[in-house]
């Protein structure tokens, strides 16, 4: 792909769903613990309501977030919604382990004396250009604990849209429906 087709898959595009992957920092499993998962979860819902962006799809794993969303531009744009989403979680989550005087935070402080959740940049994010390209990056998703040994089944995911497209619409994220 040239360098300038790259830079097409990131400008933002009206009407276009984004595939986006957060990271944590140093790729460390600080989303490892179901309570922190399901603050994520909460975060994630609040920024929904907003109006911020359509939710396509989500999953929380230990070590990265992945999202499918449409960001309701010009107001929401991606870089915002992510600020909206990330930073206030991982000042509640650091807070609390300072709190804690959890050991973790030792390795979250960058070689500025920083610490960090998330690792810097905006992290993967390409606009979707096909039904059929949407279709692969939600399975790809709702596929990834599994792969990784942490369920059974997609739906076994609590922390994951893949029981809602599954038919259990109780979950803990309000999904758009595709259209």
Not at 89 to 107: D, S
Not at 151 to 161: E, G, K, R, T
Request: net charge positive.
């Amino acid at each position: 792909m040239s360098p300038y087709r790259k830079q097409l898959r990131r400008i933002e595009a009206p009407g276009h769903a984004r595939y986006l992957t957060c990271s944590c920092y140093h790729r460390l499993g600080l989303l490892g613990n179901p309570a922190i998962r399901d603050a994520f979860a909460g975060q994630l819902e609040r920024v929904h309501q907003r109006n911020a962006f359509r939710l396509l799809a989500w999953v929380v794993m230990p070590d990265h977030v992945h999202l499918v969303l449409m960001p309701n531009l010009p107001h929401w744009t991606v870089p915002k919604i992510l600020h909206a989403i990330k930073r206030p979680f991982a000042q509640r989550v650091i807070a609390r382990w300072r709190e804690l005087n959890a050991v973790v935070l030792g390795r979250l402080r960058d070689r500025s004396g920083v610490t960090r959740f998330w690792q810097r940049g905006g992290g993967y994010d390409r606009n979707i250009i096909s039904d059929d390209e949407l279709l692969e990056k939600i399975g790809y998703m709702h596929a990834n604990p599994v792969r990784r040994g942490l369920a059974d089944c997609p739906v076994d995911w609590i922390w994951s849209s893949a029981p809602w497209y599954a038919g259990m619409h109780d979950g803990p994220v309000r999904i758009d429906p595709v259209v």
